[in-house]
């Protein structure tokens, strides 16, 4: 465990599925997870899963990676967080 640490880890698609199963397993080896989704509430749920398991998870959500605004806005918020 621990072979992410001090490490951030940008991660679509959070809300269910495999982005939930990654953004569970980045941060169960110690990174911290920046995930997005567009769904807001299964967004929320992921990063109270993380939290409950004792890692670390900030989330933009809603937001749509399939246009450019959305994706800017994910990266540049990420960043400055």
Not at 25 to 51: I, K, N, P
Not at 65 to 77: R, Y
Request: proline share 1%.
């Amino acid at each position: 465990m621990g072979r992410l640490a001090g490490k951030i880890a940008f991660i679509s698609g959070t809300g269910a599925g495999i982005g939930r199963a990654a953004a569970l397993l980045f941060a169960a080896e110690g990174a911290s997870v920046f995930g997005c989704d567009l769904d807001g509430d299964g967004a929320a749920e992921t990063v109270e899963l993380v939290e409950k398991a004792g890692g670390v998870m900030r989330s933009h959500a809603p937001v749509d990676l399939s246009t450019e605004a959305g994706a800017k806005e994910w990266i540049e918020t990420g960043i400055s967080a």
